[in-house]
């Protein structure tokens, strides 16, 4: 949904299809960028009716384009995924259940979910982790309102800084200390401050799994 999204699915597809096939491949994709500008930290019922709106309109384009297969490029929109896939006859991918299945076949059971307000407090992208046999470490609330603030004043602006490198370091390894095995990164930009490859906890990145099925179905 925000731009810098945009770019690392896109960055993360393309890179994953030419490492599967050869350096001259580039993905077949239909991308539609829409502004975030009225989608940001929605909480009312009739907000998220919107969005639901926004993104099942945006569904039928793509389908209507030619798309076999839809992702949502957000982890807070699959708040509304089930409207969105009652929109097309095609596939939507959904992102925690790529997560939760890939966290299932690792054998973690514990882990501790990080993201905007919406996507760690509510149920709709718990649930889906859950029904995959992981346990999530309650939500911690300052926690909650630092990781929402970095996300939409820094990290959706572009934004990547030390600072916020050092914050989520620390609750990283307080997660750990309190017994997650692994940690979920259920926002697309959270990657620009979290090292996924070398952190104190194994990191279990949404968009690069997400981008992963992706290339699956491409390829498939």
Known sequence: MSWVSTRTYYEDINQLVQARTSRLTSAPLLIESLDFTDLVRLSTPEQWGHAAGVLADSARRLEQAGATALLIGANSMHKVFDKVAEAVSVPVIHIADVVGA???????????????????????????????????????????????????????????????????????????????????????????????????????????????????????
């Open 102 to 220: 890939r966290m299932k076949a690792d054998g973690i059971t514990n882990a501790t979910l990080l993201g905007s307000r919406n996507v760690v407090m509510e149920s709709f992208y718990r649930k889906r982790l859950v029904a995959h046999g992981v346990t999530l470490l309650p939500p911690a609330l300052g926690d909650v309102d630092e990781v929402d603030r970095i996300i939409y004043e820094e990290l959706m602006q572009g934004k990547a800084t030390r600072a916020a490198e050092r914050t989520l370091k620390t609750m990283l390894t307080n997660m750990g200390q309190q017994g997650a095995q692994a940690a979920v990164l259920g926002c697309t930009e959270l990657d620009m401050v979290i090292d996924v490859d070398a952190n104190v906890l194994p990191i279990y990145d949404g968009t690069r799994i997400h981008a992963e099925a992706a290339v699956d179905w491409i390829l498939g």
